[in-house]
């Protein structure tokens, strides 16, 4: 267990009410989450993929789903509800170091389940770890026509520290040193 996976761990799981007998659980990605993982980067559309991954292409490869997965350094949603879906993976963050104290930060969420909160909370936790860890910034990488994401960012109770506008793509860096 890698230090990250460590501090993942003391983070509370959160609980997120979508609608009647629905709710999302956002915990500490595992090991056990690359299926899932695939599983949700394919069911996303085409749209909400080119914003994740800042361009138009298939779903992300196993390679990449297993790194995420294996280097336990993010969150992910399970879904609960009645149906063939319960327990599904309908969010993931990611937060990679980067070094010299720095983390990069990234969300995705189920098409049907965007604009009910879960991105905030998801945001929310991949600053709390990263400040946890004792890295000093957060930058999220987007873009610029993202105007969900752009609102995400600016509104998670940090200073803004930089912001990057380059050929359409957008860099958001927040501090995550608390204010003296």
């Known amino acids: 267990m890698n230090e990250m996976t460590a501090q993942a761990r003391t983070v509370v799981r959160r609980r997120i009410p979508i609608d009647d007998g629905r709710w999302v659980t956002i915990r500490p990605i595992e090991r056990s989450d690359a299926s899932g ?5 394919a069911r996303l559309s085409p749209e909400s993929r080119r914003m994740r991954f800042l361009g138009s292409g298939p779903p992300p490869d196993g ?21 063939p879906r319960d327990g599904a993976v309908a969010a993931h963050a990611s937060v ?24 905030r909370q998801l945001m929310s936790m991949a600053l ?15 873009l610029a026509e993202n105007v969900p994401m752009r609102r995400l960012v600016q509104r ?6 930089a912001d990057h506008l380059d050929a359409g793509v957008e860099e958001i860096t927040l501090s995550l040193v608390p204010a003296a």
Request: without cysteine; aromatic residues 8%; glycine residues 12%.
């Open 128 to 142: 709390e770890l990263a400040q946890a860890r004792g890295l000093r910034t957060a930058t999220a990488t987007l």
């Open 96 to 119: 990679q170091s980067v070094g010299d104290g720095k983390a990069e930060i990234a969300f995705a969420v189920a098409d049907e389940l965007q604009g009910r909160g879960i991105g």
């Open 37 to 41: 993982l695939s599983d949700f980067y």
């Open 156 to 161: 998670a109770n940090r200073s803004i520290v």
């Open 63 to 83: 390679d990449l789903l297993r790194a995420f997965a294996q280097d336990a350094e993010g969150f992910v949603g399970i879904l609960s509800e009645r149906g």
